[in-house]
Nanobody, 120 residues
């Protein structure tokens, strides 16, 4: 079984910064793509940023230049540095990791979500 634990959300003023973290635990052999998604109540979950095992990173147009994604494979961790936050970034943020377990099973793991609120 694989568990993802997210942290780093909270309340921040417009223009501020937050850093989200996501650490996976369990019987993990390797992790393919890692990603952050976000969702606002009543709207579809959207991809914020993703990174492949080879290091290819994609960002949503709305966060390009403001958010920085990074991964630490030694820790099965994913980080999202969010700068110049705006109220439009307010959402629940979810971590996703495509895990290959120690017995070769592929598992699409999701975190429980962490809330980010940008407000003055």
């Amino acid at each position: 079984q694989v568990h993802l634990v997210e942290s780093g959300g909270g309340l921040v003023q417009p223009g501020g910064s937050l850093r989200l973290s996501c650490v996976a635990s369990g019987s993990i052999f390797t992790v393919e793509t890692m990603a952050w998604y976000r969702q606002v109540p009543g709207k579809q979950r959207e991809l914020v940023a993703s990174v492949t095992r080879r290091g290819t990173i994609r960002y949503a147009d709305s966060v390009q230049g403001r958010f920085t994604l990074s991964r630490d494979d030694a820790k099965n961790a994913l980080y999202l540095q969010m700068n110049s936050l705006t109220p439009e970034d307010t959402a629940d943020y979810y971590c996703n990791q495509d895990v290959v377990t120690s017995i070769g099973v592929k598992y699409d793991a999701w975190g429980q979500g962490t809330q980010v609120t940008v407000s003055s």
